[in-house]
């Protein structure tokens, strides 16, 4: 079992976090007024949990936002399956990550919002649910979380490690910190090569690479709810831009109209990464001509409508299956380094993205390389991709073929990363 960390700098930061935690309550509500936090559930992130805590060993797992949190999902289910005895909480910090693990998390899975990172938060929060284990994902390295959940005898695994280069550098700022932090992980299993040289040279121990967002089964959609929809779009050839950022959505649109004489009834639907922009897209495609609809108002594509904004939680399972070809967001902006072509890959989509996809390099390297995805570094080259694509269903069809296939040979590294995790948690009765 790790020691609790202790430095300098991590004494400095619990006291100037202790210092400034009477004003979380005021800066919670403040966000909640601007739909940033759940105003019914400020009390989770301030350590006063009201759900019960079953009796029994619990095992903690945590994933900060959406795609740290659906990431989880495949574990979640994995421990569920091999460790029924086991309760399951799992915590995330965002509203939307919260709604979207509520439909999806498994039958008697408990979901908290994670705590603020001020001492007496922490401590409430630990002290009510009591972890045997902790399961991180990501970069979740808050350090009151990580020494508080240690000096009560928490064994932690930082799984799915991800650390970018600048953040490597900010923490080379503070070595002896990043070193006691990370030397606190019982288990390391790093997302990827570069991650687990960052890792290493500030002094982590790291296990094998395991990356969860390359692991799981496809997502799930409702049959009914999928037939009604294939009913309204039949003979419509149909394009999904998903996971849109700023930016995105306009030059997508643009690059759809050259098609539309040739693609009657080309249907474009935009699943925006952040569904709560549905009023913003719908607006701005209006304004450039299209007859549009919003998901979220309960509005349908119906035979006149051109572009349909999908601004809705958790049903990217059933546009994926509903679409001829995928546009995955993410990568047509700076700075946002595209999104996992795999969700749709599981589901044999025809996928296109642009060019800056730092976030998914390697799996989308490989991915073009095999021509299971195709890259549009411009506008032109979509609308090129687009209708070559939807003029030739066999050859998108061999595409989504070719991503499926691919996406397959990741289903056993969750295997393996179980095996890993399974001395750190609680011995069997």
Not at 1 to 8: D, I
Not at 214 to 232: I, K, N, S, T, Y
């Amino acid at each position: 079992m790790s020691r609790p960390p202790r430095t300098l700098g991590l004494s400095a930061y619990s006291l100037i976090l202790g210092l400034l935690e009477p004003l979380a309550p005021a800066l919670l509500r403040a966000r909640a007024r601007r739909g940033k936090e759940d105003a019914e559930r400020l009390h989770e992130r301030l350590g006063q949990p009201q759900a019960l805590r079953p009796p029994g060993e619990l095992v903690w797992l945590h994933g900060v936002s959406v795609g740290e949190s659906v990431s989880l999902l495949p574990l979640a289910e994995a421990l569920r399956t091999r460790r029924p005895d086991l309760t399951l909480l799992v915590t995330s910090g965002t509203r939307t990550a919260a709604e979207l693990l509520a439909r999806r998390l498994p039958d008697g899975v408990i979901h908290q919002y994670a705590p603020v990172d001020g001492p007496r938060a922490v401590a409430g929060f630990l002290d009510h649910w009591r972890p045997a284990t902790g399961i991180l994902v990501e970069s979740e390295l808050w350090p009151n979380l990580i020494t508080a959940a240690i000096g009560r005898g928490t064994r932690l695994a930082l799984v799915s490690a991800r650390m970018t280069e600048k953040s490597a550098l900010g923490w080379g700022r503070a070595p002896a910190t990043a070193q006691a932090l990370l030397q606190a992980f019982d288990l390391i299993l790093p997302q990827d090569a570069e991650t687990d040289s960052r890792l290493r040279r500030l002094g982590a121990s790291t296990g094998p690479q395991l990356n969860l967002k390359q692991v799981g089964a496809p997502l799930p959609c409702d049959g009914a709810e999928l037939g009604r929809m294939r009913a309204l779009t039949e003979g419509r050839p149909v394009i999904l831009a998903a996971s849109t950022h700023p930016g995105e959505e306009a030059l997508i649109a643009e690059a759809v109209q050259p098609l539309r004489a040739a693609q009657p009834g080309l249907l474009l639907i935009i699943a925006p990464r952040h569904p709560e922009r549905g009023a913003e897209v719908a607006e701005m495609l209006t304004a450039a001509g299209a007859n549009t609809a919003r998901r979220s108002i309960g509005e349908t594509p119906e035979p006149l409508i051109s572009a349909y904004v999908a601004d809705t939680l958790g049903e990217l399972g059933l546009f994926f299956r509903l679409a001829n070809v995928v546009v995955m967001g993410g990568g047509f902006v700076p700075g946002i380094g595209g999104h996992n072509p795999l969700e749709p890959a599981r589901l044999g989509a025809a996928i296109i993205t642009g060019p800056d996809v730092f976030n998914a390099g390697q799996t989308y390297a490989d991915m073009f390389e095999t021509v299971a995805a195709l890259c549009a570094p411009d506008q032109a080259t979509l609308t090129r991709h687009l209708g070559g694509l939807l003029d030739n269903p066999a050859i998108a069809r061999r595409m989504g073929e070719a991503a499926q296939a691919y996406a397959a040979q990741y289903g056993e590294a969750l295997d393996r990363a179980l095996d890993q995790l399974a001395p750190l948690l609680p011995a069997k009765d």
